[in-house]
């Protein structure tokens, strides 16, 4: 229950909050019924003493630190909710009395700042004009090409550069096989790259079935098990392809492109570059605009937000990483970072984005822009069908308040995009112009 609300300085407000001794009875209760299990006293078996008998042991007080980390946030959370205030973080809290007769506590609370942003029409940013190259024409042709490549066989000659072979390996140090260091039927391209150093190379040179050893060292850069030792790579090398790529010609602009010509295939591959560079050109013009928009922020912004951005990017880390069978921890062993490392990289790019989500914010509350509700609904819609769920699971668990603000966040960003200056980039001048200009002074 908030007694009292005030403000003791910038962006950071005093909360008394009190709990009531039934709360904080049945509080004590959860705490015991989670730690009884663990409890053993002579004459009692484990975990079925009850509570008053261990707080003859223990002490009255002995539950009262378990009990108010159980009520502690939602205590805070109705308090703020009370106060009418937009938390960003807790600074710190002071508990006043605990007993039987409940809880008494001074929480001070970070909260969202009020910012000015002191520009926000108008703003100039420049794009690239916009076309498409015969070298950038035959780039994609030539990843067409590629992709409707045939693989044959090769039966006659030993294996070659930019052939692909198809081997077993396993991998061992000093006589010991490591994990991850064997495969079964694997295709490698020789000359990619694929594995360590010095590898593909000794792959070169052998015949269809043979089995050989090939000798590396792991770099330093490799994971720290691994990383600078030697290893020798048992090899079965069981077959030998070679792309035969297809000559391009109208027929296979028909099967490749779905078109009739060559020429109607390039056309239409001009007007995809264009298309792609547009799009480029529209999200380099947005990344100009929030940049300014970060710079013409001015306020106190509490510390802890710029901490609770990066927290947000390393759960989201984690959970992807989980994706794949890592986490975070890991992650960072293999980059040979510490967690205060990472941290001290991603502070600038996390007060940014704190910056641009602020003046986002006000832009919408002085442009009044808001999100009805058909524009809600049609959101929730769009991602029930994106995530093949139904619009009242996706209701669950994406909170409405979240959405409308992400919402209202988009709009601001187009606001500003219509309101802005854009001009297109001079294309830079042939040295021989320069030359000649230079001659004539």
């Known amino acids: 229950m908030l007694k009292s609300s005030n403000k003791v300085e910038t962006n950071v407000y005093a909360l008394e909050i009190g709990i009531d001794a039934e709360a904080f009875e049945k509080a004590q209760d959860k705490a015991f019924n989670k730690q009884k299990n663990k409890i053993q006293l002579p004459g009692f078996r484990k975990g079925k003493v009850t509570r008053k008998v261990a707080e003859k042991f223990f002490g009255t007080a002995w539950l009262y630190e378990d009990a108010l980390d159980l009520l502690f946030g939602d205590a805070v959370e109705e308090a703020v909710k009370e106060a009418g205030l937009d938390m960003v973080g807790t600074k710190s809290a002071d508990v006043k009395e605990i007993g039987k007769d409940g809880v008494e506590m001074t929480v001070e609370i970070f909260v969202k700042p009020e910012i000015e942003i002191t520009e ?24 067409l090409v590629e992709r409707n490549a045939r693989l044959v066989a090769v039966e006659d000659r030993a294996a070659q550069e930019g052939d692909i072979t198809v081997i077993d390996f396993e991998g061992f140090v000093d006589g010991v096989a490591f994990d991850g260091g064997k495969g079964e039927n694997y295709e490698l391209t020789l000359g990619s790259g694929q594995f360590i150093p010095g590898f593909e190379e000794q792959v070169v040179g052998h015949s269809i079935g043979e089995e050989f050893d090939v000798n590396v060292k792991f770099p330093s850069e490799y ?32 099967d490749a492109a779905d078109c009739d010509t060559v ?138 308040d979240g959405l409308k603000a992400d919402m209202l966040k988009e709009k601001a960003i187009k606001f500003v995009r219509d309101n802005a200056k854009v001009t297109t980039a001079r294309k830079p001048r042939a040295k021989k112009e320069e030359a000649k200009e230079e001659a004539a002074e």
């Open 223 to 254: 994971t720290p098990e691994l990383a600078d030792k030697d290893a020798v790579f048992k090899i079965k090398l069981h077959e030998i392809k070679v792309k035969e790529l297809p000559e391009v010609d109208d027929e296979f602009a028909q």
């Open 120 to 143: 926000y029409k108008e703003l100039k940013a420049t794009k690239q004009k916009v076309d498409a190259t015969e070298e950038e024409i035959e780039e994609k042709i030539k990843s």
């Open 263 to 400: 020429e109607e295939m390039k056309k239409n591959l001009k007007d995809e570059i264009k298309a792609q560079k547009e799009s480029q050109n529209e999200r380099d013009i947005e990344a100009q605009l929030l940049e300014k928009l970060a710079e013409n922020v001015k306020g106190e912004i509490p510390e802890v937000m710029f901490e609770n951005e990066i927290n947000g990017q390393i759960r989201d880390i984690d959970y992807r990483l989980s994706m794949q069978g890592m986490n975070f921890e890991t992650y960072l062993q293999y980059t040979g970072m510490t967690i205060e490392m990472y941290k001290e990289q991603a502070m600038p790019q996390a007060e940014k984005n704190v910056k641009i989500r602020l003046a986002l914010e006000k832009i919408a509350e002085l442009e009044s822009l808001d999100a009805t509700e058909e524009e809600i609904e049609a959101e929730y819609v769009k991602f029930a069908a994106q995530y093949g769920m139904e619009v009242d699971k996706i209701k669950e668990v994406v909170p409405v």
